[in-house]
């Protein structure tokens, strides 16, 4: 990380690097990678509950809108670009919308990282777009969860007869209910949360942690544990408890939000480390050195797609009444 920094590179490059050199296609020194990969888990939790700490709930209210129709757009844009490559290419309209799909998502650890290395706060009105990236980034998450239950549904779609085409349709549209129906629940029991429970107990933890952080540090990890369990039990991103988690906490003001960050932020960025060199583990040079033209090429193609979809994508800015671009 110090060597990335100081030849400009961002950090994360370094320990990426370092699990390659660490991992079997280097010296092969880790031998546990299913623990090293669930440490660097626990890093995407922590991440996604600080990227919550930053919206409040009149930040939410401002973002809640570009933040839905931004991923919605992407994906759609992004499946539509797939299909056309399919077809010329003669692969399956179904294996096309699930690589398009893929290419559409983006990861939010690596995202918050550039971002928290770059200049935060450019504005055009009302609207802060890194944290409007960070919130769509968010729904990415939530949208993952949707197209993990929807996928092997449509896939069997794909390759049955007209009468089981439409049984499977149908199913589809029971799973995108009962997901949004989940949703709904999440974020009733999020408004009973911060109504009647956060309050209190946060003053708790602010007493009975007085010379004691570490009951401040781990009444906030376990009550983001807990509403990442109550997401994954109604099938919903356990990404996005962590991420309501931290958004319940900040809505207790800013000195709570500055004092929570404080405790939490060293763990957070010791995770991310091990999170980043766990993708390190599954990198081998001499498949990128083989590769590397058709890596590029692809690599290119994705970006400028992604780049034309999102200039492309109206969001609508309540402080000027009309779609930005």
Same mark, same amino acid.
């Given at each position: 990380? /110090?060597?990335? $920094?100081?030849? &400009?590179?961002? $950090? ?9 050199? %660490? ?40 973002? /809640?809108? #570009?933040?839905?129709? &931004? ?11 797939? %299909? =056309? /490559? ?14 398009? $799909? ?8 690596? +995202?918050?990282? !550039? ?17 409007? =990236? ?23 779609? &794909? !390759? ?11 199913? #589809? ?41 570490? #009951?401040?540090? =781990? ?28 958004? %319940? ?10 004092? +929570? ?13 091990? !999170? ?16 590397? $033209? ?7 193609? +994705? ?23």
């Amino acid at each position: 990380g /110090w060597l990335c $920094t100081t030849i &400009g590179l961002p $950090t994360m490059f370094g320990y990426i690097i370092c699990g390659v050199l %660490l991992g079997p296609s280097g010296l092969n020194s880790i031998k546990s990678i299913v623990q090293v990969e669930t440490l660097g888990e626990f890093g995407v939790f922590f991440t996604l509950f600080l990227v919550g700490l930053e919206f409040s709930p009149e930040r939410l209210r401002k973002v /809640w809108k #570009i933040s839905l129709q &931004g991923p919605c757009y992407m994906t759609l844009l992004m499946i539509t670009f797939g %299909l =056309l /490559w399919g077809h010329l290419l003669q692969i399956r309209a179904t294996q096309s919308v699930f690589i398009a $799909t893929c290419l559409s998502l983006s990861s939010t650890p690596l +995202v918050s990282r !550039f971002l928290a290395g770059s200049a935060r706060g450019d504005k055009e009105g009302d609207i802060d777009y890194s944290t409007v =990236l960070l919130a769509m980034l968010v729904m990415q998450d939530v949208q993952l969860g949707l197209f993990i239950a929807v996928m092997p549904t449509f896939i069997q779609a &794909g !390759f049955g007869t007209h009468s089981s085409i439409i049984k499977e349709i149908l199913r #589809i549209l029971m799973l995108i209910g009962q997901i949004l129906f989940s949703l709904a629940a999440v974020l009733l029991i999020c408004l009973v949360l911060k109504t009647y429970l956060i309050g209190p107990y946060y003053r708790k933890l602010h007493i009975e942690s007085k010379g004691n952080k570490e #009951i401040l540090v =781990l009444g906030i990890s376990a009550f983001m544990f807990l509403m990442l369990m109550l997401t994954e039990l109604l099938d919903v991103s356990m990404e996005l408890g962590c991420f309501l988690a931290g958004a %319940l906490i900040s809505s207790q003001g800013h000195m709570v939000t500055e004092e +929570v960050i404080s405790c939490i932020e060293p763990i957070r960025d010791f995770l991310a480390i091990i !999170f980043f060199a766990s993708i390190g583990l599954h990198v081998f040079p001499t498949f990128v050195i083989y590769e590397l $033209t058709v890596l590029l090429f692809l690599t290119l193609s +994705v970006v400028i797609m992604k780049f034309f979809s999102g200039s492309t994508c109206p969001f609508y800015d309540s402080s000027k009444e009309q779609p930005v671009y």
